[in-house]
């Protein structure tokens, strides 16, 4: 689409960033800004315009090809261009809103060669200390994720716009996935050159198969090295309502392919990690086989560390804030004090300063903000999360379980029965979320079913090795809501279980055992609070008294 008053190809130059038409790219100051195609399509008509009233109708027309779409669609788009540009509504630097007519794109323009010419000649700056290396400088690479156009050879003729329609579809969604290089080529199906290849890099291939009453999917993630394939699946969509089932097939992909893609990466990591991204990967896998307290505190130090050294490098951030949050993941009951919430604290909102358009971050903000006392602050975060990044597995269980403390259940309910859909094995399904769920509307036989088929840990935490902390104490309170025969017992063995837990600095009692459970349970809204605190009540009051002073975690 030519940009009015140059050529076509002519580079463009507005505040830091680099917008090139014929290349259809924009490069910032940390080089390519992730935009799916239509947000990319409306900076271009914006900017063409050169500071005039860009009407609604006009993009619809332009960005939207005349398609008949919601005008949801056209603000998703405005949005997802801000967030890429770093852009406030309410004191604009490039988008201006004009209320209910359009946009107005209010930088100054000019030709990129023509903006390096004009610019004064550097001056000597003075001497100081050199500034840590941007992430993409020297620290090596995320994963690279290729997609090629989709194979869609048999059914061009009754479905011609399919194949294109799901592909914008598919790299919309994995471009909200801020830890892959996300490639395209639109033009071909042909991967890049062979000795290009990195260890960490991958295409994600779609085919699409007529069957008569089915239009069958096939995807497929490999390697690019050895093309040794990762994962595949497939599925199958009803011929006649197709279309529909477009954003099914899509959330399908993008929540089984990428974990997969991460867990393939830190399978072939080097023994002796050099890159900042071997570090991050290395250090990732040791949260899961943590042994206790103090290897979780050399594990904290050890990401401080690497903040200290790259600190823009934002993926190091939400690792190290659950850490701080949560007894360094349980591992030491206690152990976090205010020091380690206001750490993490800080880190958070660093974190979201440093890059506001990754959800993770927005999760971890919301957090602090409940754990602080911060409900209306926090809820903001956790919808931005949400709209960020719909089709994060961990990120959907974050912020439902975080609308059960809002006192918003049917919404935590909604946002884990996405999640189950989302879920390709029932192995992974969210059971302890669920069985919260289930407790905290008073349905203990169900969240007792639920919670006995919980055996993971959450994505981010240190392994176990077996259930939860917290589905531990959620099987409890289930068996005192149900006034289960064997709850004595059942309380006994739970007390003693986190007896040999604690590490906090005054030995745990009653009283502390239960201020401790329920600081980690910030509810917002009395009913939820009340019920779970007469649960908690009823089951100390069963459990036998342990051991006083004893039973610290060994160091």
């Known amino acids: 689409m030519p940009v009015r008053g140059t050529g076509s190809s002519a580079k463009l130059a507005f505040g830091e960033f680099i917008l090139d038409p014929a290349d259809e790219r924009v490069r910032g100051p940390s080089g390519p800004v992730k935009l799916g195609n239509k947000a990319f399509r409306l900076l271009l008509q914006m900017v063409g315009e050169r500071g005039k009233l860009v009407t609604k109708e006009e993009l619809f027309s332009s960005v939207w090809d005349g398609t008949i ?60 200390p050199p500034e840590p290396r941007a992430v993409g400088s020297g620290l090596g690479d995320a994963a690279l994720l290729y997609i090629p156009a989709i194979d869609d050879e048999t059914l061009r003729g009754s479905h011609p716009h399919l194949a294109l329609v799901l592909r914008e579809e598919i790299l919309f969604a994995l471009s909200r996935f801020r830890d892959i290089r996300l490639v395209s080529d639109v033009e071909t199906s042909a991967a890049p050159a062979a000795e290009s290849y990195g260890e960490r890099d991958y ?18 993630l490999t390697r690019l090295c050895g093309q040794a394939i990762v994962w595949a699946d497939t599925v199958n969509l009803p011929a006649d309502t197709v279309g529909q089932c477009v954003e099914q097939l899509v959330r399908r992909i993008a929540a089984a392919a990428l974990p997969k893609l991460h867990e393939d990466v830190m399978r072939n990591l080097p023994d002796q990690p050099s890159a900042v991204y ?19 505190r050399q594990l904290a130090a050890d990401w401080e560390s690497l903040i200290e050294q790259y600190p823009r490098f934002v993926q190091a951030y939400p690792p190290l804030v659950r850490l701080y949050n949560t007894d360094f993941c349980y591992t030491g009951l206690g152990a976090s004090g205010p020091d380690e919430r206001r750490r993490a604290h800080e880190l958070a909102r660093r974190a979201v300063a440093l890059d506001p358009g990754e959800s993770h971050l927005h999760t ?5 903000d409940l754990w602080a006392g911060g409900p209306a602050r926090a809820r903001e975060h956790f919808e ?60 203990y036989a169900e969240a007792a079913e639920r ?21 531990e104490l959620y099987t409890l309170l289930a068996s005192a809501g149900r006034g289960s025969d064997d709850l004595g017992p059942r309380a006994g063995a739970w007390r003693a279980g986190m007896e040999k837990r604690w590490c906090g600095p005054e030995p745990l009692d009653a009283a502390r055992l239960e201020a401790w459970v329920l600081f980690h349970h910030p509810f917002q809204a009395a009913p939820e609070r009340e019920l779970f605190t007469e649960l908690l009540e009823r089951a100390l009051s069963a459990a036998a008294p342990g051991p006083r002073g004893q039973g610290r975690a060994k160091s």
Not at 84 to 110: K, M
Not at 420 to 426: C, E, G, I, N, S
């Open 203 to 220: 295409e994600l291939s779609v085919k699409l198969l007529d069957i008569g009453s089915a239009i069958r999917a096939f995807a497929r």
């Open 278 to 296: 071997d570090v991050y990967f290395h250090n990732k896998l040791r949260m899961r086989s943590v042994g206790g307290v103090a290897e979780a």
């Open 69 to 128: 779409v919601s005008e949801a669609a056209l603000t998703s788009a405005v949005k997802e261009l801000r967030r890429a540009l770093g852009d406030d509504t309410r004191t604009p630097r490039f988008i201006e809103s004009v209320y209910g007519r359009g946009y107005r794109f209010i930088a100054e323009v000019a030709e990129a060669d023509a903006a390096v010419a004009a610019a004064p000649p550097p001056q000597p700056a003075p001497a100081r």
């Open 364 to 368: 971890v903000k919301g957090w602090c």
């Open 384 to 443: 931005e999360a949400l709209q960020l990044n719909p089709y994060n597995k961990a990120r959907l269980i974050e912020i439902a379980t975080a609308f059960m403390f809002l006192g918003e259940l049917d919404k935590a309910a909604e946002l884990l029965e996405r999640c189950r859909k989302l879920t390709p094995f029932a192995t992974e399904a969210p059971y302890e979320e669920e069985g919260f769920l289930h407790l905290l509307r008073g349905e």
């Open 451 to 471: 919670l006995a088929l919980a055996t993971r840990t959450h994505p981010d935490d240190c392994a176990t090795g077996g259930p939860s902390v917290m589905s």
